[in-house]
């Protein structure tokens, strides 16, 4: 069972790599890999064995769930790392409900960033793309990858530092 130092770690953990992604478009290593090892330490000490199994298991399905987004290039690998740290800090199924979050944040600000660049007709082409890419089982082209320099970005690490952050106050104020 994760108690409420895992939640203080994610929060903390959260608004700092949500402030560097904010700022450098980046979540470095030296944040997440001390990060996702600090989450297991907590959750151990504070629960013993219950905990690190928690703890390992939070990691490593957050590391697997977005796995497939890092190596078709949609997501960086600081926001998966981030989520890998995350899932140590909070174990499975509180995770879950961050990635949802997480996941409805990113697309309200995506939705912002795509009507203040005037953007909506390509949006929906690389959906088109995406969606083809699915159905045919193919990665999709090099325009809606990271990697294209004229595609609008989202800072994922600013909507999971939202969301960890609303649902670490929730959780304070004893609204669960």
């Known amino acids: 069972m994760i108690?409420?130092?895992g939640w203080l770690?994610?929060?903390?953990?959260a608004l700092w790599a949500g402030v560097l992604d904010w700022r450098y478009r980046r979540i470095p290593n030296w944040l997440t890999v001390p990060g996702l090892l600090a989450g297991i330490a907590v959750n151990t000490v504070t629960n013993g064995w219950p905990g690190a199994k928690g703890s390992l298991l939070g990691a490593g399905l957050g590391l697997l769930l977005l796995l497939?987004?890092?190596?078709?290039?949609?997501l960086g690998a600081?926001?998966?790392k981030l989520i890998g740290a995350i899932g140590a800090c909070l174990g499975t199924t509180r995770l879950i409900a961050v990635l949802i979050g997480s996941m409805l944040v990113a697309g309200v600000m995506a939705?912002?960033?795509i009507i203040y660049k005037g953007r909506a007709r390509q949006a929906l082409v690389n959906i088109g793309h995406m969606l083809r890419a699915f159905l045919t089982m193919h990665?999709?082209?090099p325009e809606v990858s990271l990697d294209n320099p004229d595609s609008v970005k989202i800072p994922f690490?600013?909507?999971v530092a939202l969301t960890v952050i609303l649902f670490g106050v929730r959780r304070a104020l004893g609204v669960v």
């Open 111 to 113: 939705i912002g960033l």
């Open 139 to 141: 990665l999709p082209g």
């Open 9 to 13: 770690l994610a929060v903390f953990l």
């Open 157 to 159: 690490g600013v909507a």
């Open 68 to 74: 497939p987004f890092v190596v078709i290039k949609a």
């Open 3 to 5: 108690q409420e130092s």
């Open 78 to 80: 600081g926001d998966w």
